[in-house]
T-cell receptor, first 115, second 110 residues
């Protein structure tokens, strides 16, 4: 079975500071990993994805994540936070080998950016 | 523009009533999904469909039903058997490994 744990339901950073959102996964097969962002009352937008190619994945809006198999982690980072980054972020895992792609989502981290 | 359209954006239902949430996509994707989102619980899978005329239960299918008569459409019915239907519902379709989401429907039981 697959699972995702996001550490910290709320994270606050100052504008211009480093953003670090943590995600650990559990999977018995090579996982596909995703980070999505959600603004209030909106759907989810894909930030980036890992599908067994390069372990350092660059996404949109300056975000990146590193797949670390030994730590079963896929933490999301951004060097300098902008006010527009305030949103809820979801980490997700999927089993691509079975063909069904049942995405399992973490419980989300709400990012607050302080002026 | 290609995308996923969910309607309505807000929906109010009286207790004991069935209600159907619409999800339409023009992306030509085979796979479609319905998720329920509650505060602090992330997204939980209700039903998914890999192809027309076929669908499978997800983790929380009780009290819900779906149909997939057309590739473009995957409506979700919230029945009176669903004990706590107030939530934000998200529909998605998939191409390759990537899921694309609609803007969601917020259902409130009054």
């Amino acid at each position: 079975a697959q699972s995702v744990t996001q550490l910290g339901s709320h994270v606050s950073v100052s504008e211009g500071a480093l953003v670090l959102l943590r995600c650990n996964y559990s999977s018995s097969v090579p996982p596909y990993l995703f980070w999505y962002v959600q603004y209030p009352n909106q759907g989810l937008q894909l930030l980036l994805k890992y599908t067994s190619a390069a372990t350092l994945v660059k996404g949109i809006n300056g975000f990146e994540a590193e797949f670390k198999k030994s730590e079963t982690s896929f933490h999301l980072t951004k060097p300098s936070a902008h006010m527009s980054d305030a949103a809820e972020y979801f980490c997700a895992v999927s089993d691509g080998t079975s063909g069904t792609y049942k995405y399992i989502f973490g419980t989300g981290t709400r990012l607050k950016v302080l002026a | 523009d290609g995308g996923i359209t969910q309607s309505p954006k807000y929906l109010f239902r009286k207790e004991g009533q069935n209600v159907t949430l619409s999800c339409e996509q023009n992306l030509n994707h085979d796979a479609m999904y319905w998720y329920r989102q509650d505060p602090g619980q992330g997204l939980r899978l209700i039903y998914y469909s890999q192809i027309v005329n076929d669908f499978q239960k997800g983790d929380i299918a009780e009290g819900y039903s779906v149909s997939r008569e057309k590739k473009e459409s995957f409506p979700l019915t919230v029945t009176s058997a669903q004990k706590n239907p107030t939530a934000f519902y998200l529909c998605a379709s998939r191409q390759g490994s990537e899921a694309f989401f609609g803007q969601g429907t917020r259902l409130t039981v009054v």
